[in-house]
């Protein structure tokens, strides 16, 4: 069964704190993973899409990369800014890119 | 303007009530998605439709209907509510999900029902 699961589902970080959150993932034949940023109150952001084992992109003080299981999104030097929840997506091996698989989130906290 | 818009924001309903909760985008995109977000559960797609006559079911249909009315417009219905559909409503639209930035989720509908 395809499956996506992000660790941890809440994260506390002191200001200028790095750390990495995990979005792992059990399809067959990735076409792609994509991530998300969820603040409160509103609907997912687009944030990155990563297609293949080895592939990095980054934004800000964001930087997202992708192995053949699993996907870190690394936060370095985080502001109370970047303060949201997290989420990825995958597609399904079969349904197409039209019926994303999400994970259930991380929630970041960055504290001053 | 928002580029897709969600009405009503909040709204609180009793077991066995008709409901429709409405999207209106100005992106100009032709896919317009239901989604549904539970604490814990992540999105889960409801329907999603490609234009006003091509409308497709997604992981959890059951106890919903969709009508797209016009390329702008894409409402979802619960025809008799019940408790277990008490969730955070989002109406999106794209070009092809996750591939590009333009990506477009509304701000969402806090449905509850009691």
């Known amino acids: 069964e395809d499956q996506v699961t992000q660790s941890p589902e809440a994260l506390r970080l002191q200001e200028g704190e790095s750390s990495s959150l995990n979005c792992s993932y059990t399809v067959s034949g990735l076409r792609g993973l994509f991530w998300y940023r969820q603040d409160p109150g509103k609907g997912p952001e687009f944030l990155f899409t990563?297609?293949?084992a080895g592939e990095e992109k980054e934004k800000e003080r964001l930087k997202a990369t992708l192995t053949k299981k699993e996907s870190f999104l690394h936060i370095t030097a985080p502001k109370p800014e970047d303060s949201a929840t997290y989420l990825c997506a995958v597609p399904p091996f079969s349904g197409g890119y039209n019926k994303l698989i999400f994970g259930a989130g991380t929630r970041l906290a960055v504290h001053p | 303007d928002a580029d897709v818009t969600q009405t009503p924001r909040n709204r609180i309903t009793k077991t066995g009530k008709r409901i429709m909760l409405e999207c209106s985008q100005t992106?100009?995109?032709?896919?317009m998605y239901w989604y549904r977000q539970d604490p814990g559960l992540g999105l889960r797609l409801i329907y999603y439709?490609?234009?006003?006559?091509?409308?497709n079911k997604g992981e959890i249909s059951d106890g919903y209907s969709v009508s797209r009315q016009a390329q702008a417009k894409f409402s979802l219905s619960l025809e008799s509510a019940i408790p277990n559909q008490t969730a955070l409503y989002f109406c999106?639209?794209?070009?092809?999900?996750?591939?590009?930035?333009?990506?477009?989720f509304g701000s969402g509908t806090r449905l509850t029902v009691v």
């Open positions: 990563l297609y293949s």
């Open positions: 992106k100009g995109h032709d896919r």
């Open positions: 439709s490609f234009d006003v006559k091509d409308i």
């Open positions: 999106a639209t794209s070009e092809c999900p996750g591939l590009t930035p333009d990506d477009t």
